[in-house]
């Protein structure tokens, strides 16, 4: 998520003050939070997203051989629905190419668009502008899932491409 904030001073490298702002938001959590208000709402009210595996993901009954205490880590997680159904089709992402992506890099291309757009902002405002991209992401396990003779493999499986890959959807330039 990206949350607003006003204009701070920040430093360059250089020691000359630079400003940052943030100002788009979106949001996709576990259980389907996914709007600012709502993302709001379960932080106030303590929710938390963290549930039993679903049985579309896997049967953790399956591992019986597994101790206790491990075993009963493996039965929860944080789970969002419906990460498949990103529309990488907006993005000119091919279906070969989509297929072969992470889903955190699917859903980034998506939130990171409805981030641009919460802050009434188009991909032509940022063409030629110096406006950077930073994304937290780790510990995928879709390399183990994927399993891909894909020439898009590479790309789709690689946490650090997901910043380029959304520069790239968005038109920015970078600093």
């Not at 946490?159 to 330039?173: N, P, V």
């Amino acid at each position: 998520a990206i949350q607003a904030a006003p204009t701070v001073p920040a430093h360059s490298v250089s020691g000359a003050a630079a400003a940052v702002s943030v100002g788009g938001v979106s949001a996709l959590l576990p259980a389907g939070a996914s709007s600012q208000r709502m993302v709001g709402r379960a932080v106030a009210c303590g929710y938390d997203a963290v549930g039993e595996v679903p049985l579309a993901r896997w049967d953790v009954r399956a591992s019986p051989s597994l101790p206790e205490p491990v075993a009963s880590r493996v039965r929860h997680g944080g789970f969002v629905r419906g990460a498949q159904l990103a529309d990488t089709a907006a993005f000119a992402v091919s279906p070969a190419e989509a297929a072969a992506m992470d889903p955190c890099q699917r859903l980034l291309l998506e939130l990171g668009y409805a981030a641009l757009h919460d802050d009434h902002m188009r991909r032509e405002s940022l063409m030629g502008r110096d406006v950077g991209l930073y994304v937290g992401l780790m510990n995928t396990d879709f390399v183990a899932i994927v399993r891909s003779e894909s020439v898009y493999a590479a790309t789709g499986i690689q946490l650090s491409i997901a910043s380029g890959r959304l520069a790239f959807a968005l038109g920015t330039q970078g600093p």
